[in-house]
């Protein structure tokens, strides 16, 4: 039984001295925090300015995705795409590319706080949840460091949000699309997402809308995928059978788009039910190629990652504030203006067709 | 090495057969003390690893020894730390609970379900702890009243507790917690720098250091992990210990749903999806054999300084986070090749220097 008591002693007493290690190594290191801090803020004076854009050089940018491994934005930061780090190396800024590998806040919220560590002096975020990130990206406006949003926002704990597309642009336009393929007369369809998605049913309005212009298209049903490859098949077979005289379908949702397109992909249906919507070119190639589909949109996360890299300098240049009417210039894309809630906004939606479907990857 | 352990199989054979060959086994009396002996040489193993990575961090970059830093790794790490030690409880004696991840989500979309629906937030505590009693009452009852394995029963509700999850909650999120309560993901706890997640380890790593390894339960949760027969002959109550075993971790494990809920400001049913492949890491890089009967919660607090450790400075130095997970992997590997390849070695030499033919069942693959 001796052995037992030894062992009973040891372990509290290896664990006493274990946390009293961490506690000590805690305390230790208080000083140096407020070194951090000192060494964060002269971080943001040493960027220097070059006088002919009025844009400091030199600034740590962190570019910080859902997550990393998703081709969408590899194709949105990279600089073989002509992203944001392209644009941040154009301007001679530091830009470092950086996140966790799950699209989930726990796993971007520990890059968020190491770029936060590493002295950055702004952040260019995809927010994975627009309320779990606040507390860490407020910590970081607190210290002084620019924090935009691209692609997905957290309002109210940024500086500013480079939007995409506007719900308006995007509903109108594939209204618009879709006409053209029709020549604006027939019965159409809407193949959406959930019944519930908040912003499937703001671009729905807006098409409504739109339709008031085509007088010779009706929509006869609006039917629900729920972003499910299985469901939006079978609810776009549905579609065909019950609408034998359907002349076309708009899917505002990747994955609706690539189910209606597997559908329609038939000798019975190519060529003669036209189909747009929201895809990615890389999910849409194969039906672009083989006449299925002719033309569908999204934007082009390239020039969203750009944009949000020359927004991001700026601001951490102090050359613009984020207040509505403020205007600067993004490289290749022009100038654009901050609106309300300072929001950018990148533009129309850009259209994917035959001739330029072959130049995106994601 | 241990020449007890050898004459047994692989765990997960039927009692039925292991009792049979247990009783082949003449030293096992003697197996408690030294199951302990190649477990504090783990220890030390895994004490000069952590002042490595300590080390590694410290070099790579000037960040990582700060208040800051140390703050972001203890809450990122907070909840995994806190379920890996009702983990090793359990995988000591023998079982396995791959339900606590989704413990901590049902846990977690019952707070942000009740939060919405406006119930004072110390009655939902109430309710959250009942709820983890209950899911590890679920678990316990089936493993040892039962009879069912462990692995597949703590699968099942792994599922199962997911599903609640996603029933209680639906596609919601629920976010804006109370101030106090949603700050502790950014904010120490007043007048320190430490997180709360990481105190609360401390405590619990403390209780459950004392449990294991200083009471009469501590020691029958070695016993029957070591061999559940000789622990139900020498007359300990292996299906209540268990049962119990299988009850804290629900309750340690609901805690935690608190705790990730509060710090990441967010309720949604897939909270920590997946994270219960982490805490088991952490236990296996602890030294705590999966078979039963080994481990210590020293050493769980060394891997979770590792295992946090090295996250945290590989994302402080730019290292593509991709990799990260060949790190960690390849570390859990070793952990688990190393004690094993000692134990290869040690009976291919056990078996030259006698020179003469052992009975197979004592020497196994090795022979083969």
Redesign the interface.
């Known amino acids: 039984m001796r052995?037992?008591v030894k062992?009973?002693?040891?372990?509290?007493a290896?664990?006493l001295v274990?946390?009293t290690t961490?506690?000590a190594?805690?305390?230790?290191?208080?000083t140096?925090?407020s070194s951090?801090t000192s060494a964060s803020s002269s971080a943001s004076s040493t960027g220097s300015s070059s006088a002919a854009a009025g844009l400091k050089t030199g600034l740590k940018v962190f570019v910080i995705p859902k997550n990393?491994?998703n081709p969408y934005f590899t194709t949105a930061d990279s600089v073989q795409s002509g992203g944001a780090l392209a644009a941040l190396s154009a301007l001679g800024e530091s830009g470092?590319e950086?996140?966790?590998?799950?699209a989930?806040?726990?796993s971007q919220?520990?890059?968020i706080?190491?770029a936060i560590?590493?002295?950055a002096n702004a952040l260019i975020v995809s927010a994975t949840?627009?309320?779990?990130l606040?507390?860490?990206l407020?910590?970081a406006m607190a210290k002084g460091i620019t924090v935009v949003t691209y692609d997905s926002d957290a309002p109210t704990c940024r500086d500013m949000f480079i939007n995409q597309a506007s719900t308006a642009q995007i509903g109108t336009s594939e209204v618009d699309v879709l006409a053209k393929q029709i020549n604006s007369s027939g019965d159409i369809a809407i193949v959406s997402a959930?019944a519930?998605a908040t912003n499937q049913n703001a671009w729905i309005g807006y098409m409504k809308q739109e339709l008031k212009k085509y007088p010779n298209m009706h929509l006869v049903s609006i039917v629900y995928g729920n972003d499910d490859p299985t469901t939006a098949t079978q609810v776009t077979q549905g579609l065909l059978q019950h609408y034998p005289n359907l002349k076309g379908i708009i899917s505002p949702t990747t994955v609706g788009i690539l189910a209606a397109a597997q559908v329609l992909d038939t000798s019975k249906y190519r060529g003669k039910i036209a189909l747009t919507g929201l895809g990615t070119p890389d999910s849409m190639k194969k039906f672009v190629a083989d006449g299925t589909v002719q033309s569908f949109e999204l934007w082009n996360p390239a020039n969203l990652g750009y944009l949000a890299a020359y927004a991001a300098v700026n601001l951490a240049s102090k050359k613009i504030t984020n207040s509505a009417g403020q205007s600067f210039t993004a490289g290749k894309l022009g100038s654009f203006t901050v609106g309300a809630d300072s929001t950018v906004l990148l533009g129309p939606p850009f259209v994917f067709t035959k001739a330029n479907i072959s130049q995106f990857n994601f | 090495m241990e020449p007890d352990q050898n004459a047994l199989p692989p765990e997960g054979l039927p009692p039925e057969k292991t009792e049979a060959q247990r009783a082949t086994s003449p030293r096992r009396a003697s197996g408690l003390r030294s199951a302990l002996q190649p477990a504090l040489r783990w220890e030390t193993g895994l004490a000069i690893v952590a002042v490595a990575v300590v080390v590694f961090g410290v070099l790579t970059s000037s960040q990582f020894l700060t208040s800051g830093n140390f703050f972001n790794m203890g809450v990122s790490s907070g909840e995994i730390a806190i379920m890996a030690l009702p983990m090793t409880l359990i995988i000591i004696s023998g079982e396995i609970d791959l339900s606590v991840a989704s413990i901590l989500g049902m846990s977690s979309a019952m707070l942000g379900f009740l939060w919405s629906e406006h119930w004072p937030m110390l009655a939902i505590f109430v309710v959250l702890a009942v709820l983890g009693v209950v899911a590890g009452l679920f678990n316990g009852l089936l493993v040892t009243r039962v009879g069912l394995p462990s692995l597949a029963v703590t699968i099942g509700t792994l599922g199962l507790y997911r599903g609640i999850a996603l029933i209680i909650l639906g596609s919601n999120t629920v976010s804006n917690f109370p101030a106090p309560y949603n700050r502790i993901g950014v904010n120490p706890i007043p007048h320190t720098n430490l997180p709360y997640s990481v105190v609360i380890f401390i405590m619990l790593a403390l209780i459950f250091g004392v449990v294991l390894h200083a009471t009469a339960t501590g020691r029958s949760i070695y016993a029957m992990g070591a061999s559940p027969e000789a622990a139900l002959f020498a007359g300990i109550r292996v299906k209540r210990v268990k049962t119990t075993l299988f009850v804290v971790s629900g309750l340690v494990c609901s805690m935690a749903g608190a705790l990730w809920t509060f710090r990441l400001d967010t309720a949604v049913w897939n909270n920590a999806i997946g994270l219960e492949l982490s805490v088991v890491a952490v236990v296996l890089l602890a030294g705590v054999s999966i078979f039963g009967g080994k481990g210590s919660i020293i050493g769980v607090v060394l891997a979770v300084i590792v295992f946090a450790g090295l996250q945290n400075a590989l994302l402080l130095t730019n290292f593509n986070q991709e990799a990260t997970g060949i790190v960690t992997g390849g570390l859990l590997l070793i952990s688990v090749f190393v004690p094993n390849a000692a134990a290869l070695l040690g009976r291919a030499r056990g078996l030259a220097i006698s020179r003469r033919p052992a009975p197979r069942s004592a020497i196994g693959a090795a022979n083969d």
């Open positions: 052995g037992s062992r009973a002693l040891w372990a509290p290896v664990l274990a946390s961490l506690a190594c805690s305390s230790s290191s208080s140096s925090a951090a990393l491994g470092s950086t996140s966790g590998t799950a989930t806040p726990a919220i520990p890059a706080q190491a560590t590493k002295g949840d627009p309320s779990a606040c507390p860490t407020q910590s959930a519930s």
